[in-house]
């Protein structure tokens, strides 16, 4: 029912920008949030962006804010992470996710991509 998939990862420099993609959130009355999460090597997975299925509300990491933005088009069952001025320590990798419940936390989304790697060179 629920099968997503990221697309959009790759290597840039700092101060660039990648445009991430998810899709496959299928049609289904338990997905009432949308999430981006991200895990470096050694770190535990953390928060990044939200947004709830109406677009409601959207909620950012203090880290991405002003920097990234995350959007829906649900015509194209899709959740995408605008993500500008790139710094080095957005190097992660970033999964997409969908929950029943709104949350910024990793516990509270049941369903995950097998994520994309992002890599920003000085």
């Known amino acids: 029912q629920v099968q997503l998939v990221e697309s959009g990862g790759g290597l840039v420099q700092a101060g660039g920008s990648l445009r991430l993609s998810c899709a496959g959130f299928?049609?289904?009355?338990?997905?009432?949030?949308k999430g981006w999460f991200r895990q470096a090597p050694g770190k535990e997975r953390e928060f990044v962006a939200a947004?709830?299925?109406?677009?409601?509300?959207?909620d950012y990491a203090d880290s991405v804010k002003g920097r990234f933005t995350i959007s829906r088009d649900d015509a194209k069952d899709t959740v995408n992470l605008q993500m500008n001025s790139l710094k080095p320590e957005d190097t992660a990798v970033y999964y997409c996710a969908a929950g029943g419940l709104y949350s910024m936390n990793v516990n509270g989304y049941g369903y995950w991509g097998q994520g994309t790697q992002v890599t920003v060179s000085s």
């Open positions: 947004i709830t299925w109406n677009g409601g509300r959207i």
């Open positions: 299928g049609r289904t009355s338990r997905i009432y949030a």
